[in-house]
C-alpha cells in the first residue's frame, strides 16, 4: 500500500509540475523578453528622435531676447 502511495503522488507532482510549473514559467519568461525588447525598441526610437533634434538645432540661430522686451502680436482669424 505505501509503494501505490507513493507512486500516486509521483505522479501528481509530475503532471503539477509538468502541467502547470514549466507552462507557466515559459509563458512569464517570454513576456518578460517581450517587454524587455519592446523597452529596447522605444529606447532607439527615441535615441533616434533626440538625434534628429538635435542636428536640427545647430542650423537653426537661437533668437536673443531681452528681458521685457515687447513682442508684437497679430490677431488671427
Known sequence: MKYVLFA??????????????????????????GFGEMQDRMQEHMNEQQQQSNSATPNQPEPTTKAGEYIEFEEVK
Open 8 to 33: 500516486l503522488l509521483a505522479y501528481i507532482l509530475y503532471q503539477f509540475i509538468f502541467k502547470l510549473v514549466i507552462p507557466v514559467y515559459q509563458a512569464s519568461q517570454k513576456l518578460k523578453n
